[in-house]
């Protein structure tokens, strides 16, 4: 009768489908997993030091779950250089359906440090009526909460890239009261 975070719920039907229980009959796709694992740790069963296999925002699995994943399973791929997601703009109001896959893959939990969730909203760092285009290098994935924050009570994550501070309007390191550079 206890209620959890929607987290554990999602990783516990992660493990039943990993194990093969649940029922027989083909579920509706509801939830986009992505999958990060270096192709060489894939080919040959293993991960070794320095590659990776997991679940975006979940985190590792052995490799043998993600192949039984990758039986089933929609495969996006995403190109990187290192471990950067080039950038991707788009010239709508929301991500494209590739910049939504480069988030997952570049920010699987919210942005605001501390914060753990991983059902994320997509924020522009500069409004979208300012800028009229959609950058995968201005965005930042916010829960809902921290999104609320923002768009209703004035907080804001402090300048920069990355998981960061949300701070409230009065606080130094919001972006409204630091002091603009003198560009004379």
């Known amino acids: 009768e206890r209620r959890e ?3 554990a719920y999602a990783f516990d039907a ?19 997993t ?19 296999c997991e679940i975006a925002g979940i985190g590792p699995v052995p490799v043998s779950t993600a192949r039984k994943l990758l039986g089933e399973s929609v495969l996006e791929l995403v190109i990187t250089k290192g471990v950067d997601v080039m950038n991707v703009t788009h010239l709508g109001r ?7 896959i ?8 919210c942005t605001a440090k501390g914060c753990t969730r991983t059902r994320l909203e997509h924020d522009h760092r500069e409004p979208y009526a300012t800028t009229r285009h ?6 930042d994935g916010l ?14 994550l402090v ?6 501070p949300m701070v409230p309007p009065g606080d130094p390191r919001h972006p409204k009261n630091r002091p603009k550079e003198d560009t004379s």
């Open 134 to 139: 959609t950058r995968l290098d201005e965005l």
């Open 14 to 32: 992660l493990v039943t489908l990993a194990q093969g229980g649940g029922e027989t009959k083909k579920p509706t796709l509801r939830n986009m």
């Open 34 to 52: 992505v999958l990060r694992v270096d192709v060489e740790s894939l080919h040959r069963g293993a991960v070794r030091d320095g590659e990776t």
């Open 102 to 109: 480069a988030m997952l893959w570049t920010s699987p939990i």
């Open 159 to 164: 300048e920069g890239t990355g998981r960061r």
């Open 94 to 100: 929301g991500p494209n359906a590739a910049q939504k």
């Open 143 to 156: 829960c809902d909460h921290h999104h609320d924050l923002k768009t209703s009570k004035g907080w804001a």
């Open 5 to 7: 975070p929607r987290e």
